[in-house]
């Protein structure tokens, strides 16, 4: 149940400024206080007047200088000088208390309150230095109007009558004081009580939900999915499902258009969201661009797919901001959760949901993917060989095979293709397709390629020291797109170089055609940088990406791989009388350009003669020879020719 907690109130108490309802009720104070002053010395100066009677003279002076100066505290209150209107009136009362104790000392009952009433109203206003000074100043003129009230004599001309009644209404205005002072005192502490239950309502509120969407977070989503476990474990034949949802290429709009437009695409894509399911639904953002959904109450597990469906569609319309029209998609993974069998824990439901939307994203994006047994018994052989990889590079158990490029020309071996395997303990021989990925994914990629280029340029030195007379030779290394756009990249390969004793000429590093087109700008600087190091660059693949020759001229680019695809599709087409126009063409404006023309993956003496026939400097495959060790690459240098290796070629597998 998708309730949500109003903090609407909560949010403008917590926000109102304590600071100007203190003010206000520092005025109010101060107000009533003045015309109390101002009222009583008009009644001491009538009465000083009438019965000529020098202490209520006295006393009427003091209280008009003193409600004065209440009247301008009020003004100092209003522009926020709150400390200081509070000391002119504290002391200012003290004051008044004393001369008022030794013009008519027979009112001591009420001038003994005097100080207390004076701490009273700075309670709540004065700093701790001054309510220190403020409790002692209090102090000494308690002690010294019970002193005065004693020693003084009580000798007046005013009547009884008005002492009397001066008295009492001396003593009903300093009850009248405090009484508003408390009244005040309570105002206050339930405003103080009321702002931290607030507080602890927002602070509740802020532990359970996105400060940037709103949404509930991982916390209160993971409350209501336990809850939803606990309804259909007691209802068997109910469902209810939960979405993963990632948004595809998020990041480019944090790197192009910045963090702030980003974050706003977030909020849009939350209202989104909640726009398209049910009120009794949860959408919840876990963290950067992950969202999750909680579906109940569903009737039929068509239901949930429908739903995502409908997700999914409503986030391919565009969202316009900054008038920037912005596209978005996401992949989503669904799990189904049914009471007729144990669902498991939240955690384990999201984790599969996560699974699920992994699955989704591998193939294509902008989709989403049930989860099934299956995915987890995926993800866990997926967790394993990342594991078993980590400890490969640590333990060095990749070993260097060496495939041989041969010269159409001469058919002599003009160099090697350095190709890695992984020697696994327990799998044996690990061909890259089934390892490279996960590499390129968790950054092992690097030191397992470092680890390559250190051994098969070491090998190739060794073998040109070895056999001097045969040239040409070079060796052949893999790069990634990750590994293009390292800053350091051609640093590291300078130093691999120079700890071979092996000249940058006699390197070929290869880079597929998708590769080298991602970023341009920096691929061309380390391109270029690499040359002149003597590096030759050869596009591989070539022909199953988005680039073209066209395109290519703009790179320091020394020769292009055709891609096996090419190749293998050779027979086929002789079969059925076409022609490898493709393949033709490819060559001729390679060669134009002043490239070379290497073609891979031939297997089969027609597939050679095409090759030849159409121009192509060079071929490798398992025609000529599959990858070898080292020991046997080194006999196939020493024949001085090209000797097909007996047995059968199998299918030419990924490299690096």
Not at 104 to 112: A, D, K, N, R, S
Not at 258 to 268: K, P
Not at 293 to 322: G, Y
């Amino acid at each position: 149940m998708a309730e949500e907690v109003n903090i609407s109130g909560d949010k403008a108490m917590g926000s109102a400024d304590h600071s100007d309802v203190q003010t206000e009720q520092l005025q109010q104070f101060l107000t009533w206080l003045a015309l109390a002053v101002m009222g009583f010395s008009l009644v001491s100066v009538t009465a000083a007047l009438i019965f000529r009677d020098t202490g209520s003279g006295i006393t009427g002076t003091a209280l008009i200088v003193y409600g004065c100066s209440l009247l301008a505290a009020r003004t100092q209150a209003n522009h926020g000088k709150q400390h200081a209107a509070v000391a002119v009136v504290c002391f200012g009362f003290l004051i008044a208390t004393m001369i008022v104790i030794v013009a008519q000392p027979m009112i001591v009952e009420v001038l003994i309150l005097s100080p207390l009433l004076a701490v009273g109203v700075a309670l709540p206003y004065a700093a701790e230095r001054n309510l220190r000074i403020l409790f002692a100043v209090a102090w000494l003129v308690a002690v010294a109007v019970a002193i005065f009230g004693e020693v003084l004599p009580h000798d007046s001309r005013l009547p009884s009558w008005y002492a009397s009644s001066f008295r009492i209404a001396s003593l009903v205005t300093a009850i009248a004081v405090v009484l508003l002072l408390l009244w005040q005192f309570r105002s206050r502490l339930m405003e103080t009580l009321m702002q931290v239950q607030a507080a602890e309502r927002r602070a509740q509120y802020d532990a359970t939900h996105d400060g940037l969407t709103d949404l509930p977070n991982r916390t209160l989503f993971e409350e209501r999915l336990n809850r939803a476990l606990e309804r259909v474990s007691n209802s068997p034949g109910r469902f209810f499902a939960v979405l993963f949802l990632d948004l595809d290429r998020f990041k480019n709009v944090n790197d192009s258009l910045g963090h702030a437009i980003g974050d706003r695409l977030l909020i849009e894509v939350a209202r989104r969201l909640e726009a398209n399911v049910y009120s009794t639904d949860t959408v919840a953002r876990l963290g950067g661009d992950e969202f999750t959904i909680l579906l109940e109450n569903l009737k039929t597990p068509n239901e949930a797919t429908q739903v995502t469906e409908r997700l999914l569609n409503a986030l391919k319309v565009p969202f316009k901001l900054n008038w920037h029209d912005l596209y978005t998609g996401a992949s989503v993974g669904v799990v189904l959760v049914e009471g007729s069998r144990d669902p498991g824990k939240a955690q384990d439901i999201l984790r599969d949901a996560d699974t699920a939307m992994y699955w989704a994203k591998a193939r294509g994006k902008a989709r989403y993917a049930l989860f099934d047994e299956g995915m987890r018994v995926s993800a866990i052989q997926l967790l394993r060989l990342e594991m078993d990889l980590r400890r490969a590079v640590e333990h060095e158990e990749f070993v260097v095979h060496y495939q041989p490029i041969i010269a159409l020309s001469s058919g002599r071996i003009v160099g090697f293709e350095a190709l890695v395997r992984w020697r696994h303990p327990e799998r044996g021989l690990v061909f890259p397709a089934d390892f490279i990925p996960l590499a390129e994914e968790t950054g092992l990629i690097t030191p397992i390629s470092m680890s390559v280029f250190r051994e098969a340029c070491s090998r190739m030195s060794h073998w040109r020291t070895k056999f001097p007379d045969y040239q040409p030779l070079s060796i052949n290394l893999n790069l990634t797109s990750t590994q293009i756009v390292q800053p350091e990249l051609v640093d590291r390969i300078a130093n691999v170089l120079k700890d071979a004793s092996l000249e940058g000429r006699y390197l070929r590093l290869e880079i597929t055609e998708s590769g080298i087109m991602g970023d341009a700008g920096r691929t061309i600087e380390t391109l270029t940088r690499l040359r002149d190091l003597g590096v030759r660059i050869q596009v591989d693949d070539f022909g199953t990406g988005y680039s073209s020759l066209a395109h290519l001229h703009r790179f320091p680019v020394d020769a292009l791989k055709i891609d096996q695809s090419f190749i293998g599709n050779i027979d086929a087409l002789e079969q059925r009388g076409e022609s490898t126009q493709i393949t033709q063409t490819i060559t001729t404006l390679a060669h134009s350009l002043g490239m070379d023309v290497i073609a891979e993956g031939v297997q089969t003496q027609q597939q050679l003669n095409q090759v030849r026939a159409v121009g192509c400097n060079y071929a490798q495959g398992y025609f000529f020879s599959e990858p070898v060790d080292a020991k046997t690459a080194e006999g196939l240098i020493s024949s001085h020719h090209f000797r097909a290796l007996p047995g059968s070629a199998p299918t030419r597998t990924t490299s690096l």
